[in-house]
């Protein structure tokens, strides 16, 4: 006789009936009620709105222990990752499952730079735009477009599609990116050299301009690199569920990235990087830390410490360590060692973690805490922040969406609701409504 299969007995206390729930078991993480099945068996849903207790799918792709401060990509730590190898290595084993060997990176990185180029006909949209639109809505947009030029070939369930289409968001983020960056300058767009790195590259069409020469500095090209593996992917994030939501419709991965795209905006969110530095801005010098301090303890008061506190997160956030120390050398690299806007972050971090409230809520520094500071120094403006997130987000969303779209169990995404509305009622005429 085999071994019994673990379960959850579900019992309804108004009528005696029970249900077996079976459990179901990762490699690594918590244990999963599987309630599937739940509404059919019992004309129950189950009510989870901030999908704080939900699996709302299975993947091998990344690991989090929140309350260790661990975060796998495909297995490997991300501070080993940090360390030892590069975005081009990450994007690969994110989307492939394993680390590629010299000869497939070789290959990708030789693929995945010789599409860089965007349609000259997308460099029109860009006009459509006022000067001063936020990157991250030209992006929305101009990625969302990015499926009415490739609309013939869209077929997901081709996996050699699948794979064009993957790399294709990969190689034009960045000079989507770039791209609406200059077009808020109004410097002419700069073509990308795909002889560089993917972030010397970014960094190029970022800087560079048709009057000079420009060379990427290498602590920079590093620091950059470094910011795009931090970010690459987060499990299922906000903005990763909105691509596989989006994505289990069938709608062509363009438009469902261009949907995580806006997820990311908010400040709760990606837009959380930009928020600090408009915050530490805002709190301008030491003396006025406590003020703030106090306004974000206030249960009547919206303000929250930018930068801090995570869903996941109830230890520390590895990433934050890793921006730290590179928030350190790149400001040692720049002679900006003196930046005050780091003095004031590092006192303002020193004065949360010892405050009652922020240590009982278990609140600490998350990535974007310091990876704002590391683009101020780098020259990137404000309201940029949140689209390098996306650059390197890119990759988790595709890799992502590819698992989705072979995961077998597949169907679309389709929650339901607890309804408060009012109970069915006649329609009143416009002359009889007083
Ligand atoms: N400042 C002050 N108080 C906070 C903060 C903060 N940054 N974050 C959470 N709290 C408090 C809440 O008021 C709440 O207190 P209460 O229990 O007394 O009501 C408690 O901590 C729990 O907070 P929740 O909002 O329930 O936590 P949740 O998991 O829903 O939110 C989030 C997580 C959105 C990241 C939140 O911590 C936050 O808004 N942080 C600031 C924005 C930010 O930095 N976002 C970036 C996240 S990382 C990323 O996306 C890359």
Redesign the pocket.
Known sequence: MGARKESFTITDNRTGKSWELPVLKGTMGPDVVDVRKFYADTGCFTYDP?FTSTAACESSITFIDGDAGLLLYRGYPIEQLAEQSDFMDVCYLLLYGELPTPVQKLKFEDDIMHHTMMHEKLRRFYDGFQMNAHPMAIMCGIVGALGAFYHDRIDITDPTYRMIASYRVLSKMPTIAAAAYKYSVGQPFIYPRNDLSYSANFLHMLFATPCEDYEVNPVLERAMDLILILHADHEQ?ASTSTVRMAGSTGTNPFAAVAAGIAALWG????G?NEAVLRMLDEIGTKDRIPEFIKR?KD?DDPF????????VYKNYDPRARIMQRTCNEVLDALNAKDEPLLELAMELEKIALEDEYFVK?K?YP???FYSGIIFRAMKIPVSMFTVMFAVARSIGWVAQWNEMITDPGMRIARPRQLFTGPLKRDFVPLDRRR
């Open positions: 901030s994030n400040p709760a969110h990606g959380a974000a249960p929250r410490l930018m930068g801090f506190g995570h869903r809520r609140l998350n990535v974007d």
